[in-house]
């Protein structure tokens, strides 16, 4: 199994660079270590983007999120929302919960995080994490949260005067037994709701709505995430206003060559 | 103080270079002209082709990795080419990645075995031209001058114009202004120029295990007085989100800045790290990684580059078909077979991106 004939680890010779071990009889020109250029201490601040998309972000050749929401890009770094939205970026945390599970030997807690992102202008992410510890289950919450960041549509409730405030139409969500329904409101009616979808909405941005919702909303964690997919369901509903850019998506090509396709198959050569 | 049971792994990092990048001093290093172990026997344009465009490819990373066993490895270099071109990479990324293994003897005839006693003879040795542009072997030369050297008629045309060669050919002028118009040549074929410097990965000081259900550890100083209220104790609420990249990412955390990891440091391969994953796609089969072919044995994982190398390569990140990857792997023969007049042996590359998902909430169905 092992090679015990010979040197039992690659020692002063492995590896590469300085490497470990014994100085004396090795190759020349090892190379060498880090700088002392305090390089360690630099390592927290700097972001080193991975991702292409985090490339592209870090030079600033991306300059809204919006851009990435056209194209349906993956975000897989937070330091990317981060970049592109950290001044107005407001974070909450809904609820720590204590989970436990059985083992032989009493209870093992953890503790889950439900942290909601948003920055009251048309953009909210949420974030779930359970984690051993209480801090640590909040930051990867809201990394997460970050990661998650959605962008919500809103509009008018009757005329389209000054900014829009509202939903744009009724829009539900559900998770699990919970439902959550939101519907358009007049001006100055503030969000009726209970608090937990309240915060929710306060943080996208909708000043106006009603609410309504059914199922075992006490369960906190389908609630929130049924208020979440009500929210970014409000982009995804086409609306007579956007009929018009609908037209400029073409026919299928079923549609396009159905005569060449109803043609015999030996007359389709032209 | 060997690593012996902890795994660990050394890291590598970009920085320009404090001393001149040349084969003496055995290098690693990033993009530039290789600086070959064997001076004698170079790399033909011919070995190094794309295999989709056609075209001479371009040092990535050139790392030295002595080993000590066979004796023959004494001296050893991993050379790692790569098309320029990021849309061969679209096309076949096999074959437009293409690695070499490269050893030396403690005893041979190009290098002296120490500074002291340097022989004048061996510097008299036949050392192969290389390619003015890449550092190829330059097998074919100016018709006019019959002074300059190139490997392919790809690289006479860009030293043509953008190295002004048809300006210098069969005219003297001072070797400083050549010099610029060469390296301004090879700023446009090749990688920018660093170093490689290594550093240990630090031990994990905490090690959150929040996704492992291990029995036996428990709190059990405050947890009986934490019990949950209402219904809540058994939900589940799961999220769909790329573990492997959260994973890859925490790991990276400590030292954002590395571009390379280097596995394998221990003669036994139980002892060696595994790869760390970037994504649940694209993994390697056993049938992907061929034994070495000369000597039968296996191929191991010796290093892996990642994704951070592409900050330093002043790629246009614009472009549709830009060079991209998550990770290379690169598999080499667990024994650095030797074989007689071969000098440089293919070794195995795998590529591995990330995966196209993003954040998913589980839409439950109207």
Redesign the interface.
């Given at each position: 199994m092992a090679d015990s004939g010979t040197a039992d680890s690659r020692g002063g010779r492995g590896g590469f660079g300085r490497g470990f071990g014994r100085g004396g009889d090795r190759g020349r020109g090892r190379g060498r270590g880090r700088g002392r250029r305090g390089a360690r201490k630099e390592d927290d601040k700097e972001w080193v983007p991975v991702t292409k998309l985090g490339r592209l972000v870090k030079e600033n050749k991306i300059k809204t999120i919006e851009e990435i929401y056209l194209y349906s890009f993956p975000i897989k770094e937070y330091q990317i929302v981060d970049r592109l939205i950290s001044t107005t970026l407001k974070d909450e945390v809904m609820k720590i919960m204590p989970v436990q599970k059985q083992t032989r030997a009493g209870q093992r807690t953890r503790f889950k995080a439900f942290v909601v992102i948003g920055d009251s202008n048309g953009h909210v992410g949420l974030g779930v994490k359970c984690s051993k510890e209480v801090a640590t289950a909040i930051r990867g919450a809201i990394i997460l949260a970050k990661l998650s960041v959605i962008p919500v549509r809103r509009g008018y409730w009757g005329s389209s005067l000054g900014e829009p405030h509202t939903v744009p139409c009724k829009v539900t969500g559900r998770c699990g037994s919970v439902i959550a329904r939101l519907v358009p409101a007049p001006r100055g009616t503030g969000i009726v709701a209970a608090p937990t979808p309240k915060k929710l909405l306060q943080l996208a941005g909708i000043t106006d709505c009603y609410t309504t919702s059914r199922g075992s909303t006490r369960t906190l964690g389908n609630f929130v995430k049924a208020t979440f997919a009500a929210i970014g369901n409000t982009y995804g509903f086409l609306t007579p206003d956007l009929w018009k850019d609908s037209d400029e998506i073409k026919q299928s090509p079923y549609q396009e060559f159905s005569d060449i396709l109803a043609k015999a198959p030996d007359k389709r050569k032209s | 103080?060997?690593?012996?049971s902890t795994a660990v792994v050394?890291l590598?990092?970009a920085?320009p270079p404090?001393s001149p990048l040349i084969a003496?001093?055995?290098?690693?290093k990033i993009g530039g002209r290789p600086a070959w172990l064997n001076p004698e026997h170079i790399l033909l344009a011919d070995q190094v082709r794309c295999e989709v465009c056609c075209k001479p490819m371009i040092l990535l990373v050139q790392?030295?990795?002595?080993?000590?066993?066979p004796p023959e490895a004494?001296?050893r270099t991993i050379y790692v080419f790569c098309c320029k071109n990021g849309s061969c990479h679209k096309i076949a990324w096999q074959k437009s990645f293409k690695v070499f293994r490269s050893q030396l003897p403690k005893d041979n005839i190009y290098?002296a075995e120490?500074?002291s006693s340097l022989d004048n003879t061996t510097k008299k040795k036949p050392f192969a031209k290389q390619c003015i542009v890449c550092g190829l072997l330059g097998s074919k030369m100016c018709g006019k001058c019959n002074q300059v050297n190139y490997c392919s008629k790809e690289h006479q045309i860009e030293h043509w114009t953008s190295g002004q060669h048809k300006i210098h050919c069969n005219t003297i002028s001072t070797t400083s202004i050549i010099e610029e118009h060469n390296n301004q040549c090879r700023k446009l074929v090749l990688f920018p120029e660093f170093?490689?410097?290594?550093?240990?990965e630090g031990r994990d000081q905490e090690e959150?295990n929040?996704d492992g259900?291990r029995?036996?550890?428990?709190?059990?100083s405050n947890?009986?007085a934490?019990?949950?209220v209402?219904?809540?104790?058994y939900?589940n609420?799961s999220?769909d989100?790329?573990k492997a990249?959260l994973k890859?990412?925490k790991r990276?955390e400590?030292?954002?800045?590395q571009i390379l990891r280097?596995n394998?440091?221990?003669?036994?391969s139980?002892k060696n790290p595994g790869p760390l994953w970037?994504s649940d796609i694209d993994k390697p089969t056993v049938q992907d990684i061929n034994p070495c072919p000369h000597c039968g044995q296996e191929r191991t994982m010796e290093f892996q580059i990642?994704?951070?190398l592409?900050?330093y390569l002043e790629i246009n990140?614009?472009q549709q078909s830009?060079l991209?990857w998550g990770t290379l792997l690169i598999y080499s023969c667990k024994n650095n077979c030797h074989i007689e007049n071969m000098y440089y042996i293919n070794e195995i590359l795998w590529r591995q991106n990330?995966?196209?998902?993003?954040?998913k909430?589980?839409?439950?169905p109207?």
């Open positions: - | 103080m060997a690593a012996s050394e590598g990092f920085e404090e003496e001093n055995f290098p690693s790392l030295y990795t002595p080993e000590d066993y004494f001296h290098w120490n500074e170093e490689i410097v290594t550093e240990q959150e929040e259900e029995d036996g550890d428990n709190n059990s947890s009986k934490l019990v949950p209402g219904d809540e104790i939900e609420t999220v989100v790329d990249f890859f990412q990276i400590p030292h954002p800045e280097y394998r440091l221990e003669y036994e139980e970037v990642l994704s951070t592409l900050n990140h614009l830009s991209d990330f995966s196209d998902d993003g954040l909430w589980k839409r439950d109207k």
